[in-house]
């Protein structure tokens, strides 16, 4: 296991931990059913991504 030979100061504990906030996830209207879902992704809610269906949803 790697062991640190020099403590630490707070300063560059500090410049680690600037790159640990939390961000919102980005959230927008599906363009084909206007529910709310994450960017990028398939919309859950009718299944379709980028005028393509990719998950059946209600033709079971
Ligand atoms: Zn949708």
Redesign the pocket.
């Known amino acids: 296991m790697a062991v640190q030979q020099n403590k630490k100061s707070r300063s560059k504990k500090g410049m680690r931990r600037a790159h640990h906030a939390l961000v919102a996830p980005n959230i927008v209207l599906?363009p084909?059913?206007k529910?709310p879902?994450l960017s990028h992704v398939v919309?859950p809610?009718?299944?379709?991504y980028k005028g393509r269906q990719y998950l059946r949803k209600g033709t079971l």
């Open positions: 599906c084909n059913c529910a879902s919309c809610t009718c299944g379709t």
